[in-house]
């Protein structure tokens, strides 16, 4: 028979104020906790996987880092174009937010792109696609590790 005194069994959960000055609520935590996870989503996006690997996720940081790599150098070896922050109109800006999404990929794929793009083929324009494949990528990861540093992603 349940205890009616609890709601039916249920062992009751003590109100955020009540908690003693050493715990938290499941949603709080410490200004600096907040700081670190955001600086590990910061440095997960600058290098792909690093947000990962600082979490000793080794297996996602491994993953992370050669999938968009790998992505992006195919990319620019089909001479796919990589934007630049110049674009004018509102392809050419999410381009470059999606290149730029590739953190310190974007400027080594700048500086390989030395022949320019070549988008009236398919190769090029195949190459432009997984340059930006690569940038949305890259930014899913950084969020997930930036998730993960906060305790709500394993």
């Keep these: 028979m349940a205890d009616e005194s609890?709601?039916?069994?249920?062992t009751p959960q003590p109100a955020p104020s009540e908690l003693a000055p050493t715990e938290h609520a499941p949603s709080e935590l410490p200004q600096r906790?907040?700081?670190?996870?955001?600086?590990?989503?910061?440095?997960?996006?600058?290098?792909?996987g690093l947000?990962?690997?600082l979490q000793k996720m080794?297996?996602?940081?491994?993953?992370c880092f050669l999938t968009v790599g790998a992505l992006v150098f195919l990319g620019v070896g089909m001479r796919g174009n990589v934007f630049s922050s110049e674009g004018g109109d509102a392809f050419g800006i999410l381009g470059y937010v999606a290149d730029l999404g590739t953190g310190s990929?974007?400027?080594a794929a700048r500086a390989l792109e030395t022949?320019?793009?070549d988008v009236a083929h398919a190769e090029g324009d195949y190459g432009t696609r997984f340059l930006a494949a690569a940038g949305v990528l890259n930014l899913l990861a950084a969020l997930h590790a930036y998730e993960a540093a906060r305790g709500r992603k394993a």
């Excluded at 907040?34 to 440095?43: D, H, M, N, P, S």
């Design 115 to 117: 022949q320019g793009s």
């Design 6 to 10: 609890t709601g039916g069994g249920a």
């Design 51 to 53: 947000g990962h690997a």
């Design 58 to 63: 080794w297996g996602r940081a491994l993953g």
């Design 33 to 48: 906790g907040e700081a670190l996870a955001f600086a590990i989503g910061v440095a997960g996006w600058l290098v792909p």
């Design 105 to 107: 990929f974007y400027f």
